[in-house]
């Protein structure tokens, strides 16, 4: 890899986290993210896991400092410990190519006790596994068939495999709202982190997300009160906002694109599973990649990242009261 500049949007942001989709298939149908009966991208379609590193690789050399891992289910792609291991190897790395800063995983934990010792031995050190409650029965009814002790399993499986696990958990209203405080308890006392997220009009689903919006910023006044919370100055790299139990080391992460809009320091764009760029979550500017690796090799993929740059929007326009959703792909698609 040869030394370019660091990526800069038009707004004077510098880009330094991608997430990249390994897949768009998942063994879930959480109803909030997908509809029931989803199509998916046919095998041709897709980026071989080859293409993936190459193009992760030139964004590593343009200052990319964190990469993410998600889906679909990132599990589910045959062989992705491959791509775990050869991005892994650029974590700590020096010099004019650059390196990251920590390479992570968001998962479902449905395959965690299988793949939780590989993915240490390929270099990653932690990841987020998203679990939405630890009741059996409501568990089912969001993910449509899941079953929550084979995912705590995985948990499990994963912090004793030495991997740092942050819980991602989506605040529906009417669902799961009275289980948010019992779940950051259960976070305190497993050695778990917590991480709130507002749902975001995605792609069409079967149900009304007004009805399940829950604004985090209620959230937090209830929780400090049965919590001795505590700002935390924590960065992930990403958008949430940190506080810790005081007396230890669990942190409460909140991710809130409605209440607390958090684009003016935007730091991430997004690499979906058939090679398309997107430069915000919330909207559809897009370069596609696949094709112009494909076309022109490694060398067009610099003017190609520069052209994204001055199109990535200055926020996204999300309104879950909107009769449409913001764009019409899912979470799945664009990652997780």
């Given at each position: 890899m040869t030394c370019a500049p660091n990526l800069i949007d038009s707004h004077g942001r510098t880009i330094s986290y991608l997430r990249i989709s390994v897949t768009d298939r998942c063994d879930l149908r959480c109803r909030y993210c997908m509809a029931e009966h989803m199509t998916f991208l046919p095998k041709a379609a897709v980026l071989s896991l080859e293409e993936m590193a190459i193009i992760a690789e030139r964004f590593i050399a343009r200052g990319i400092r964190k990469i993410r891992l998600t889906g679909g289910e990132p599990l589910v792609r045959r062989d992705v410990e491959q791509l775990v291991r050869r991005l892994g190897s650029h974590v700590g790395a020096n010099g004019a190519a650059g390196g990251l800063d920590e390479l992570t995983m968001t998962t479902n934990g449905n395959h965690l006790v299988e793949h939780a010792a590989a993915l240490v031995d390929a270099g990653m050190r932690r990841i987020n596994v998203s679990l939405d409650t630890r009741d059996p029965d409501l568990f089912r009814y969001i993910t449509r068939h899941g079953d929550v002790a084979r995912v705590i399993g995985g948990i499990f499986a994963a912090r004793d495999a030495g991997l740092r696990v942050k819980i991602n958990m989506v605040a529906l209203n009417g669902q799961n709202d009275r289980?948010?405080?019992?779940?950051?308890?259960?976070?305190?006392?497993?050695?778990?982190?917590?991480t709130l997220i507002e749902t975001m009009p995605l792609g069409a689903i079967d149900e009304d997300r007004t009805d399940r919006f829950l604004p985090l910023t209620a959230v937090l006044d209830e929780l400090k009160e049965a919590f001795p919370l505590v700002r935390?100055?924590?960065?992930?790299?990403?958008?949430?906002?940190?506080?810790?139990?005081?007396?230890?080391?669990?942190?409460?992460?909140?991710?809130?694109?409605?209440?607390?809009?958090?684009?003016?320091?935007?730091?991430?764009?997004?690499?979906?599973?058939?090679?398309?760029?997107?430069?915000?979550?919330?909207?559809?500017?897009?370069?596609?990649?696949?094709?112009?690796?494909?076309?022109?090799?490694?060398?067009?993929?610099?003017?190609?990242?520069?052209?994204?740059?001055?199109?990535?929007?200055?926020?996204?326009?999300?309104?879950?009261?909107?009769?449409?959703?913001?764009?019409?792909?899912?979470?799945?698609?664009?990652?997780?």
């Open positions: 289980e948010i405080a019992p779940m950051l308890a259960w976070c305190r006392d497993e050695g778990l982190d917590l935390d100055t924590h960065n992930s790299g990403g958008p949430a906002r940190y506080w810790r139990i005081d007396g230890s080391d669990t942190r409460l992460g909140l991710i809130s694109p409605l209440t607390a809009n958090f684009c003016s320091t935007c730091n991430r764009v997004r690499l979906t599973t058939e090679g398309i760029l997107y430069t915000c979550l919330g909207h559809d500017d897009q370069v596609d990649l696949k094709t112009i690796l494909r076309q022109q090799g490694v060398v067009g993929l610099d003017a190609a990242l520069d052209a994204a740059m001055n199109t990535k929007p200055e926020r996204h326009e999300f309104d879950i009261a909107a009769t449409a959703p913001a764009v019409s792909r899912h979470m799945s698609v664009t990652g997780g």
